[in-house]
């Protein structure tokens, strides 16, 4: 008997990708998404993104990102080795405090509705 296929709804525990956040916000993000139960994948810097999406080998289901505009050509490339990635991008405006656009409990919620069966 073949064993089910892992769907989004079944997925213990989906894993996330944050990078190209700044150090307070991510960390705290990445708290967050712990304590929510998914398993979290973080990247100082785009090249460690990059590396990590060529060499996980499980599925990640989202990249969080921040939404600045050179962002974007990065997001690109990473989604052509993982087409089915989504990607959440949080408006960030920090002065070393947590963000007062996107708070990392708000991110988790909006993660957790991107990772609903459609």
């Known amino acids: 008997m073949a064993s ?3 769907t989004r709804s079944t997925v213990p525990f989906p894993t996330v990708l944050v990078a190209g956040l700044d150090e307070t916000v991510s960390s705290t993000l990445c708290d967050n998404l712990r304590k929510d ?3 979290v994948l973080e990247a100082n810097c785009w090249s460690a993104a990059l590396d990590l999406i060529q060499r996980h080998s499980r599925q990640i289901h989202v990249l969080v990102t921040d939404a600045m505009e050179e962002h974007s050509d990065l997001v690109t490339r990473l989604k052509r080795y993982r087409p089915d990635m989504q ?3 949080i408006g960030i405006h920090t002065n070393g405090t947590i963000p007062n656009v996107v708070r990392p409990d708000s991110a988790v919620a909006q993660i957790r509705e ?5």
């Open 4 to 6: 089910p296929q892992l």
């Open 37 to 39: 139960r998914l398993h």
């Open 87 to 89: 990607i959440l991008f």
């Open 114 to 118: 991107l990772l609903k069966p459609r």
